[in-house]
């Protein structure tokens, strides 16, 4: 199974985002590109790729323990930026600090538990939007998102996610995201929706 670690933006901001992508998506060549829609939007704090199923139980249990070193806190969707010509996202505001924490400890929780996660990179907060064939100009997209900022709000928990790869074929069909774990945030949470 291809697992991910992120942070959920709770209904209201993803619908203030939702306005601002409607936006986007009028503008010049946006048609070219491939809009990542509202399902997709989280902040992706550890990719792991394809884990075993047996590794899961180990996983989840460290991921809870970093989730209950992790107190609340606040953030913000906020302007925007790119990566080279493949990637258009939105950034954040607020405790940025707390959040590259919370990315490190999901990070060292996948490699305590024997997955294999990559080289370590500093952890730079963004949702993406949007994805281009490599020469995308996404400069005009950048500035239209200068001056977005959606409302604050905690973070409260972690997510443990499942990534369901497009096999069918059909153009622009989406890959599809399924909660598998929960934790709370802080000392004495439980797993959601289970005792500890």
Known sequence: MRLFVAVVPPPEAI???????RGLERMPGAGG???TGRPA?????????????????????RLARAARHSEPFPLALC???HFGGRALW????????????????????GRKAGLEVGEHRGYRAHLTLARGRGTANFRP?????????GCAWTVGELHLVLSRLPVSG????????E???????GRGWAALGAEE
Do not use: I, K, M, N
């Open 90 to 109: 939105v950034g954040a505001s607020g405790d940025l600090e707390a959040l590259r924490l919370l990315a490190d400890r999901a990070e060292a929780a």
């Open 41 to 61: 939007w989280h902040f992706t704090l550890a990719f792991y790729g394809e884990v075993a199923e047996g590794v899961v139980p180990e996983l989840s249990e």
């Open 170 to 177: 059909v153009p622009g069909e989406q890959p599809r995201y």
């Open 179 to 185: 909660t598998l774990e929960q934790w709370g945030l």
């Open 15 to 21: 619908d203030e985002l939702a306005v601002a992508v």
């Open 141 to 149: 997209y950048v500035a239209a998102l200068d001056a977005f900022a």
């Open 79 to 81: 302007g925007g930026g």
């Open 33 to 35: 590109l491939r809009w």
